[in-house]
């Protein structure tokens, strides 16, 4: 291999021509040397020429500054500069200038990157990922009022959620002078804006730092975080809102966003919506309110909670009126002209939003919609509308009953309830529990307990369905039973309420009926229909047992004949079964609510979805047969008790009575007191049940002193009630049936002489034996003859019957000591 050459050490050149010829190494042109013939040209590529090694690595370079030896051939390059202590190279000014804008470019592009870019690929991640809630969607969330109508369609009272009262508004029916007088207080760009105002931000940053007061969140963002319920102080919440917002703005008209806005916004007095608001302050609708009105209601946004304060609301309200004026939405001459709205008194339209509606018929309204799977929180969700079957005339009738019974009682235990039903649809037409409030032990108001929905042991009122029972079996009035009294039947003394109850060995079922014979309806069910069958026709007829009602018919022994022991029913349960025989044998389910529709007036049902069917036969024909036999039976009973129908009515129906159980220590006068009355009757359009009596085991008296009947209180209260609801009506009659069975016209017997009966005002001091209604009753050992005591299994003075077949449970629902030991 040849000798390399020598390389010149650095910084100097190694010149061997002239001065100004070209560096050694470079060919000049023309002067190319021609290859010797046969001898390929050498490339400036081989090793050889290039005095390098085969793998092109020059052997005796140490690999440091290899640009170095080329230096010397180039005049563009300068020598290099020297080196600081440090071993840096020292920079010119120009080279420590560009080195500088070379840092500041680097740093603004990462500030664009990591401000601009960076947040602008997220958010467009985060605008794909988030949900915008929908106007649907909201108003599923917005709770409203529920609003309940009586029969006439009027307003019986209005039921505000735990959030306020609100109502909702549809796109189109916010007027443009409350939009205006919002975008005012709130958002002046809303109708530009992307959901977002980039100003406002920056304006609201500002305020932050220099502590200033107001916020940079749009109509938009407000409407975001009203509508999440989302106002979490961290930057995630901010930065989601701004995606949903933006997002909203694209997929919603502006109509849609401030609709929705106005109708969840909070306004103070326990008002959401704009609607809502316009109630409560001015007694008037959203569409109806002024600028001065609109601007008052729209300032509040901001301070819902000074709604009362004087000062704050007149220094809002003229921010917006200038605001208005300002973005041109508002002459400045109105402006000029503007008083400030004096709003109406807090809670001033409270009472016309209650209502007339007890709390105890809102409570019973509201059960039967739970039943149907609609519970409160639906109901609020959709601002339920409910449509009831309640009458107001007969509501009337019934309250006012109810408290003339009353009128001049002087037994403070004495208590009562009256439920009407409508025979042709089931539909309760008025519903009385007893007061709606009533003094505790410290004199302090608390509601009332709903007494016609607590179960009672019903007397001789339950006859009724002993005779249906007895009539499904093909039996009819005509057949004959021993009615005489003292009468030893299932091992037990069967006694009746004394002379006038008792009809002699030969008694129909008509007679036994209209004189209430306990030792004819205790051997009928004992021997011929047993308990399960009068069981199975209160059902049919209306009575509800758990799990649907309170109601309780036991079976296991005999003393559901009577009324008594475990047996227990409520007065609306009562109203509804006698509904059934009023109406010729149709059951039409009784229900309290006669459509329910949303705040759109969307209907969810209505009365077609009512159950209807034959009460007592598979055939409607032969249902309205037994029912008609029923009636017959039972319209005798009413001028029996002294009392009398509605004029041009026919009226049926019964009574019922149960005894009080003596304690030890109790006066003399106690063993005659009576614990439960009834009077329940009908005519075709419309049946009854009167409850009066005390919670539990309590000997009352009326206000002579005397022991009640059903025939003393609660059957005057039922005929008044009759006499003021119908008062005006169409007269009315019942169809006429065939007789069932033996026909009682055909019957010959021989009765036992009747007492004189005496008025309801001649109640007897000893054994009632001229009573039309009084304690019916049985007992295996009777001490004391001078009073009839219940049939029942030995001496149990407990209601818990104990295991055994009972249609129903839970004690009746409303029974809270045990009943006296004599169903009435």
């Known amino acids: 291999m040849p000798p390399r050459r020598a390389v010149p050490p650095p910084g100097q050149r190694d010149r061997q021509g002239p001065p100004g010829s070209p560096p050694q190494g470079f060919r000049q042109p023309g002067n190319r040397p021609v290859p010797p013939p046969g001898r390929e040209p050498d490339l400036i590529t081989h090793h050889a020429h290039n005095g390098t090694d085969d793998i092109g690595r020059d052997p005796y370079d140490d690999g440091y500054d290899d640009d170095a030896a080329f230096n010397e051939f180039a005049d563009d390059v300068e020598p290099q500069d020297e080196l600081d202590e440090k071993g840096k190279k020292v920079l010119t000014p120009a080279q420590r200038k560009k080195r500088r804008w070379k840092i500041i470019r680097r740093v603004a592009y990462g500030f664009v990157g990591l401000f601009f870019v960076v947040p602008a690929i997220a958010f467009v991640i985060t605008y794909f990922l988030v949900d915008v809630p929908t106007p649907e969607s909201i108003q599923s969330l917005q709770n409203q009022p529920i609003t309940y109508f009586d029969a006439n369609g009027q307003q019986l009272g209005r039921e505000l959620p735990p959030s306020g009262d609100r109502q909702l508004l549809k796109p189109g029916e916010i007027p443009d002078v409350v939009k205006h007088a919002v975008y005012s207080a709130e958002d002046a760009t809303f109708e530009t804006n992307s959901g977002f105002d980039v100003t406002g931000i920056l304006r609201a940053v500002w305020n932050q730092v220099s502590g200033g007061q107001g916020g940079g969140s749009t109509i938009s963002q407000q409407y975001i975080k009203q509508a999440t319920q989302n106002d979490a102080p961290t930057l995630t919440r901010k930065w989601t809102e701004l995606a949903k917002s933006f997002k909203m703005n694209n997929q919603q008209s502006k109509e849609e966003i401030i609709t929705s806005y106005l109708n969840i916004v909070y306004f103070g007095r326990g008002a959401s919506g704009i609607q809502a608001a316009a109630k409560a302050y001015f007694n008037k609708d959203a569409k109806d309110l002024s600028a001065s009105e609109a601007s008052l209601l729209a300032g509040l946004i901001q301070g819902p909670g000074r709604s009362e304060n004087q000062p704050y609301a007149q220094k809002r309200w003229t921010y917006v009126m200038d605001q208005m004026v300002a973005n041109k939405w508002l002459p400045a001459a109105d402006r000029a002209t503007a008083q400030f709205p004096t709003p109406i008194p807090k809670n001033a339209n409270k009472e016309q939003n209650s209502g007339k509606m007890t709390y105890q018929l809102q409570q019973r309204i509201k059960d039967e919609l739970a039943a149907k799977g609609y519970d409160e929180n639906k109901l609020f969700s959709t601002g339920a509308k409910i449509y009831t079957t309640i009458d107001p005339a007969a509501q009337a009738a019934a309250e006012q009953a109810?408290?003339?019974?009353?009128?001049?009682?002087?037994?403070?235990?004495?208590?009562?309830?009256?439920?009407?039903?409508?025979?042709?649809?089931?539909?309760?037409?008025?519903?009385?529990?007893?007061?709606?409030l009533v003094k505790d032990a410290g004199g302090k108001d608390q509601i009332g307990q709903d007494r016609a929905n607590q179960a009672r042991n019903p007397g001789s009122s339950v006859k009724a369905f002993d005779l249906t029972a007895f009539l499904k079996m093909g039996k009819g009035l005509g057949e004959t039973f021993d009615g005489s009294n003292n009468r030893v039947l299932g091992g037990r003394v069967v006694r009746n309420a004394g002379d006038s109850a008792t009809c002699g060995k030969e008694c129909t079922v008509a007679e036994a009926m209209e004189r209430s014979t306990n030792t004819v309806f205790y051997d009928m069910v004992l021997n011929v229909t047993k308990p399960s069958r009068v069981a199975e026709a209160a059902k049919e007829a209306g009575v509800k047992v758990a799990p649907e009602g309170k109601s309780v018919l036991y079976t296991d022994d005999n003393n559901i004949s009577l009324g008594g022991g475990g047996t227990a029913v409520t007065p609306e349960d009562m109203a509804a079964a006698y509904a059934s025989f009023a109406s010729g044998g149709t059951y039409h389910e009784q229900h309290f609510v006669a459509k329910l529709a949303n705040a759109q007036d969307e209907v969810e049902f209505d009365e077609n979805n009512i159950k209807t069917n034959p009460a007592f036969a598979d055939d409607a024909a032969k249902s309205q047969q037994i029912a008609g036999n029923v009636t017959e039976a039972l319209k005798p009973v009413i001028n029996h008790s002294n009392l009398k129908c509605p004029p041009g009515h026919e009226c049926a129906g019964k009574t019922g009575t149960q005894q009080y159980t003596p304690k030890d220590g109790d006066p003399a006068a106690y063993a005659n007191r009576n614990a439960q009355t009834w009077m329940v009757g009908y005519t075709p359009s419309v049946s009854a049940a009167v409850w009066v009596g005390g919670d539990g085991n309590k000997p009352l008296h009326d206000k002579a002193g005397k022991p009640i009947f059903g025939a003393t209180v609660a059957g005057p209260t039922w005929q008044n009630f009759l006499n003021l609801y119908l008062k005006g009506k169409p007269a009315e009659k019942f169809d006429k049936v065939s007789p069932i069975g033996k026909d009682v016209n055909e019957v010959t017997t021989t009765q036992a002489k009747p007492t004189e009966t005496p008025s309801t005002s001649q109640t007897p001091t000893t054994t009632p034996s001229t009573s039309t209604e009084?304690?019916?009753?049985?007992?295996?050992?009777?001490?004391?003859?001078?009073?009839?005591?219940?049939?029942?299994p030995g001496t149990s003075q407990t209601l818990d019957p104990g295991p055994g077949n009972t249609f129903g449970g839970g004690g009746g629902g409303g029974l809270l000591a045990p009943p006296g030991s004599g169903p009435g």
Do not use: C, F, I, W
């Open 402 to 436: 109810a408290q003339d019974g009353m009128k001049g009682q002087t037994d403070e235990n004495l208590l009562n309830a009256l439920v009407a039903v409508n025979p042709k649809t089931g539909g309760v037409l008025a519903y009385y529990g007893g007061p709606e």
């Open 774 to 792: 009084q304690t019916d009753s049985a007992t295996s050992s009777p001490t004391k003859p001078t009073r009839p005591t219940r049939p029942g």
